[in-house]
């Protein structure tokens, strides 16, 4: 590590605190993140089994589905093997670039799963509001393509973040980064340059990703109401809106445990440190947990496809 002015250094490599404040308890807590790690991967791998063996879901929605397990997987193994590490031996040693991709895969990767929510939700305003002509728009080859776009998005909103750190702030006043993963502005805080740049788009990209996203899903779901009161029964309205149902629970597991955590870092200024983590974990936790149950719960075909798979393992036993 090369130091200047007696402050300021070129570190090679950064140490993770964990869970600062609760040091103590990095033992028992790796019970129950090791968990739902596990359920995570689980869940979600089992989602990708179910989906490709199932020709019944071979359509649109559950395309979407498989790429949001796919993201759900890379944001859970970014930061939980690392944690796990922490918690079991202490290595919270990262290397500079390790923690630059490392950063880049966790804000990257929950961009394209807010893409991937968009393109679910134009995937069911045109199944309710325009049946006729579902199969013909979103066709395999498209539903390919609104998947590379949410990928390049990501990719192209997310790729100046590590740059420009490395370019523009390669001197920092500690190592010890008060955080369980290399998360953006807990990297920033420690560079001695001026880092407004680096905030500004941070806070930018945060804007335009959560506010512009949300906003567009909640328009497409006016449009989808609209369509749906102008059905003839109660019954036709109840049925079409439950085709939603595991959508919108999706999309609020998602951005809910966003917007209370930014309310939390914003306002929460008595909160204290350790739960500004534990919050930043379950966020990036909590969507690959739950996914895969919500829809489990709420797909006839995946949930009939699972237990047929269960049997089916149990005879051979």
Not at 100 to 118: D, K, N, R, W, Y
Not at 188 to 201: E, F, K, P
Not at 210 to 225: N, P, Q
Request: aromatic share 10%.
């Amino acid at each position: 590590m090369l130091t200047f002015q007696n402050s300021c250094s070129v570190p090679s490599s950064f140490q993770l605190a964990g869970i600062p404040g609760l040091e103590s308890l990095h033992l028992w807590l790796s019970i129950p993140f090791g968990s739902m790690y596990l359920v995570a991967v689980v869940g979600n791998i089992t989602i990708l089994t179910v989906v490709k063996v199932e020709n019944s879901l071979h359509q649109p929605m559950y395309f979407f589905l498989c790429m949001l397990a796919v993201v759900d997987l890379v944001l859970s193994t970014s930061t939980m093997p690392k944690l796990l590490g922490i918690f079991w031996f202490g290595a919270g040693d990262i290397g500079l670039d390790a923690c630059l991709a490392q950063m880049f895969l966790i804000h990257c990767f929950a961009t394209v799963e807010s893409g991937i929510f968009l393109a679910m939700a134009l995937d069911r305003y045109i199944a309710i509001c325009n049946p006729l002509h579902h199969t013909t728009v979103l066709t395999h080859a498209m539903v390919g393509r609104l998947g590379l776009a949410a990928l390049f998005r990501g990719v192209l909103y997310i790729g100046p973040l590590p740059l420009m750190i490395r370019l523009r702030l390669p001197l920092y006043k500690a190592r010890v980064i008060s955080h369980s993963y290399c998360e953006h502005m807990a990297v920033v805080t420690l560079a001695c340059g001026d880092s407004r740049v680096n905030n500004v788009y941070g806070l930018s990209i945060g804007f335009l990703v959560l506010i512009l996203d949300s906003m567009a899903i909640s328009v497409s779901y006016v449009m989808i109401f609209r369509a749906v009161m102008g059905l003839a029964t109660p019954e036709a309205r109840l049925k079409t809106l439950g085709t939603c149902g595991s959508h919108i629970c999706a999309i609020l597991i998602f951005y809910v445990p966003i917007v209370v955590s930014s309310l939390i870092h914003r306002f929460g200024h008595q909160v204290p440190p350790p739960v500004h983590t534990l919050l930043a974990n379950f966020y990036l936790l909590i969507p690959p947990i739950l996914n895969p149950i919500v829809y489990a719960v709420r797909t006839k075909q995946i949930w009939e496809r699972l237990l047929q798979m269960l049997k089916t393992e149990t005879k051979f036993k």
